[in-house]
């Protein structure tokens, strides 16, 4: 099976979100999306989101499913936009649940979010089978840089979010509550075990610090070979030092609070308050390391 991928990329948040279409039917399935969020105004819009779903329209797509690889950090997700507009189920894996418990306490929403993931409409089990028209997908856990993070293998394909970054970026951080660099490492040689011909499409790209235009699309053998965090013989004890020294040098990423905020409840605002406001927290003097 030969997915056909359309990626919409934001320089903003140097998020890629991907389209994966069935090229033998109109199934399609949004994985990865991008609400648009000015931190300083608070202000959302819909610009970023608006043009996949235009590109839907125009190609008589039918939206079966609305995926998110986890629970971002550095970008709003637009899923329950996605599936107010164009429909479609919103999935994410089960481990979003162990991210709700974790996080409703430091937000403090104690009785106002039951930590089951019930904002979404599925939560994929390692392993789960599912389908895009009629492509298989199988979904893989791949934790470390969240308790949630899955990749969806579907025929050639594989979504991995922020778990792989193209082979001259390295690999994704561990430091949030929940992360784990020993994990991390064991879902990557899992990924790594797959064909080396499968084209692995990512999260985020920053450029390589400039050196290079903007990719979101590698291959296994080529992250195998040359991932400069784990390609080559890199063990796990090496690794995990290198991520962890790496990891504490790192700032938070800029939208982290009103990101989590919004993401674990699968994109769903807040319920406005008695003046007919919605409002996000945001944690004072907090480590969440």
């Known amino acids: 099976m030969f997915p056909s991928v359309k990626t919409f990329f934001d320089k903003a948040t140097n998020n890629a979100t991907h389209l994966v279409h069935d090229p033998d039917s109109s199934a399609c399935a949004v994985i990865d999306s991008l609400l648009d969020f000015e931190l300083a105004s608070g202000v959302t819009s819909t610009g970023a989101v608006d ?58 929403l104690s009785g106002g979010l039951k930590a089951d993931g019930s904002e979404f409409d599925h939560l994929f089990g390692d392993g789960e089978i599912f389908c895009i028209g009629g492509l298989e997908c199988t979904v893989l856990h791949t934790p470390g840089h969240t308790p949630a993070c899955v990749t969806y293998v579907i025929g050639d394909a594989a979504f991995t979010g922020d778990t792989f970054f193209m082979p001259d970026s390295g690999t994704a951080r561990c430091d949030f509550p929940g992360g784990s660099a020993t994990q991390l490492y064991q879902s990557l040689k899992r990924i790594l075990k797959l064909s080396e011909n499968t084209r692995i499409y990512i999260n985020h790209d920053y450029g390589a610090g400039g050196s290079r235009d903007y990719a979101w699309e590698t291959t296994v053998g080529d992250e195998k070979r040359t991932n400069i965090h784990v390609g080559g013989s890199v063990d796990e004890k090496s690794f995990v030092a290198m991520r962890e020294e790496r990891d504490a ?35 004072l003097n907090l480590n969440c390391g």
């Open 249 to 283: 040098s790192l700032r938070m990423p800029r939208l982290i609070w009103p990101a989590i905020q919004i993401n674990m409840c699968a994109g769903h605002l807040p319920k406005p308050e008695g003046n007919g406001t919605r409002y996000l927290k945001i944690p």
């Open 51 to 108: 043009e996949v779903i235009s590109y839907i329209r125009d190609h008589d797509l039918k939206v079966e499913w609305v995926l998110e690889t986890h629970v971002h950090t550095d970008h709003l997700t637009a899923a329950a936009h996605l599936q107010k507009c164009v429909g479609g189920k919103l999935g994410i894996g089960e481990g979003v649940t162990k991210v709700q418990e974790t996080f409703s306490s430091i937000y403090n």
